[in-house]
T-cell receptor, first 115, second 111 residues
Framework: GAVVSQHPSRVICKSGTSVKIECRSL??????MFWYRQFPKQSLMLMAT?????????EQGVEKDKFLINHASLTLSTLTVTSAHPEDSSFYIC???????????FGSGTQLSVL | AQTVTQSQPEMSVQEAETVTLSCTYD???????LFWYKQPPSRQMILVIR??????QNATENRFSVNFQKAAKSFSLKISDSQLGDTAMYFC????????FGAGTTVTVRA
């Protein structure tokens, strides 16, 4: 199946700093990528849809100025958590759409801990 | 908006036995796709099986099979011959232009 690479897998940062998470599709071109947030033992919550070459579409309640998404190429989307605070601590997962309806393939996730 | 409901938060099964996870969904669309994803303790999301709504035949992938009842909007997953490696959280998902997930069912396979 298609491979999606996400880095870093774990990051610890101080409150007020910014953190960038990368999501790459390794063996296919992904015009659409998705960013999810997941709390322990809960489901995935869609944060935003990232479209190559255009602005991301954010879900209701997600602050676009805090969670900056850039999809500059067909294989790379980035999520930057700006001025991170402890409440931003969470597991963030990216995914990429492969084919018309093959489902989504997911990165391995990033555990963000803000001190 | 589409909704996906998984009514079983946790299930436990003896190794080698069968377990069935339930999922219902709500949509006004006639053509769509349904998926089951597995999230083991590593937290990597893994696609287990997919079903196209216009296909009446239930999808099967080795020990995993679904019972798709379109009229009832039901999409259950059966895991046969359960193995310890099947221990994970399982999410039912519905796809139109974005994937909507159910709340998940934690499956524990006992040795």
């Amino acid at each position: 199946g298609a491979v999606v690479s996400q880095h870093p897998s774990r990051v610890i940062c101080k409150s007020g700093t910014s953190v960038k998470i990368e999501c790459r599709s390794l063996d296919f071109q992904a015009t659409t990528m998705f960013w999810y947030r997941q709390f322990p033992k809960q489901s995935l919550m869609l944060m935003a849809t990232s479209n190559e070459g255009s602005k991301a579409t954010y879900e209701q309640g997600v602050e676009k100025d805090k969670f900056l998404i850039n999809h500059a190429s067909l294989t790379l989307s980035t999520l930057t958590v700006t001025s991170a605070h402890p409440e931003d601590s969470s597991f963030y997962i990216c995914s990429a759409k492969y084919g018309s309806n093959e489902g989504l393939f997911f990165g391995s996730g990033t555990q963000l801990s803000v001190l | 908006a589409q909704t996906v409901t998984q009514s079983q938060p946790e299930m436990s099964v003896q190794e080698a036995e069968t377990v069935t996870l339930s999922c219902t969904y709500d949509t006004s669309e006639s053509n769509y796709y349904l998926f089951w994803y597995k999230q083991p303790p590593s937290r990597q999301m893994i696609l287990v099986i997919r079903q196209e709504a216009y296909k009446q035949q239930n999808a099967t992938e080795n020990r995993f099979s679904v019972n798709f009842q379109k009229a009832a909007k039901s999409f259950s997953l059966k895991i046969s011959d359960s193995q310890l490696g099947d221990t994970a959280m399982y999410f039912c998902a519905f796809n139109d232009y974005k994937l909507s997930f159910g709340a998940g069912t934690t499956v524990t396979v006992r040795a």
